[in-house]
């Protein structure tokens, strides 16, 4: 059972278009974090979100997290090649700040010149 | 200062076998994570350790596999009697746990993995 559900899984997009990905879960998360991929290489954190109705910019990007704490999206603003990766969401359990995050399956993003 | 590594960076081994994961964390991190991530699936969380103790080893999939923090450094995951099944990317991540400070979020920074592959 998949505790994040990601969407879409594979997104192909040319450059200088916006995109956004979603991360969904009927839980409640203390934190929800964003990581990119790129083959070959572990994770590495974009964000942590933590409060319900957060937004952060991470220049063209922006992070949302849900009222609710238990969603989360996150949008590109004009899409670059340099953004093609694979984007995971992760949360942590409610009331917890140490230990394991649940990972989503995550959006493979291609971002064609 | 350097970030996670781990080796070997490749394994391939036959059915059967076992085979022994390293990973260095970042010094001065408590914390150590192992997570095995599959062809088109996210991570799997494998175990947690803080220090040399792993107060959350509910992911290791099976008693083949097993984990051993020493010194609260390095960290070796070794799974016995290897399956075609355990072929994945095995990906060790160490943050600096509960003496963090709060702002941190407790980040976990991932090596580059161990692509393992059971023929």
């Known amino acids: 059972t998949q505790l994040l559900e990601q969407s879409p899984q594979f997104l192909s997009i040319q450059e200088g278009e916006n995109l956004t990905v979603y991360c969904n879960s009927s839980?409640?998360?203390?934190?929800l974090q964003w990581y990119r991929q790129e083959p070959g290489e572990g994770p590495v954190l974009l964000v942590t979100?933590?409060?319900?109705?957060e937004v952060k910019k991470l220049k063209r990007l922006t992070f949302q997290f849900g009222d609710a704490r238990k969603d989360s999206s996150l949008h590109i603003t004009a899409a670059q090649t340099g953004d093609t990766g694979l984007y995971l969401c992760?949360?942590?359990?409610?009331?917890?700040?140490?230990?394991?995050?649940?990972f989503g399956r995550g959006t493979q993003l291609t971002v064609w010149p | 200062g350097a970030g996670v590594s781990q080796s070997p960076s490749n394994k391939v081994t036959e059915k059967g076998k076992d085979v022994e994961l390293r990973c260095d964390p970042i010094?001065?991190?408590?914390?150590l994570y192992w997570y095995r991530q599959s062809l088109g699936q996210g991570l799997e969380f494998l175990i947690y350790?803080?220090?040399?103790?792993?107060?959350?080893k509910s992911g290791l999939p099976s008693d083949r596999f097993s984990a051993e923090r020493t010194g609260g450094s390095v960290s070796t995951l070794t799974i016995q009697r290897t399956q075609q099944e355990d072929s994945a990317v095995y990906l060790c991540?160490?943050?600096?746990?509960?003496?963090?400070?709060?702002?941190?979020?407790?980040?976990?920074?991932f090596g580059p993995g161990t692509r393992l592959t059971v023929l």
């Open positions: 991540a160490s943050s600096l746990g509960p003496s963090g400070p709060i702002s941190s979020y407790n980040e976990q920074f």
């Open positions: 839980s409640v998360f203390s934190s």
């Open positions: 979100v933590v409060t319900g109705g």
């Open positions: 992760a949360g942590r359990s409610r009331g917890s700040t140490l230990g394991r995050l649940y």
């Open positions: 010094s001065g991190h408590t914390a």
């Open positions: 350790f803080q220090g040399n103790s792993a107060p959350d």
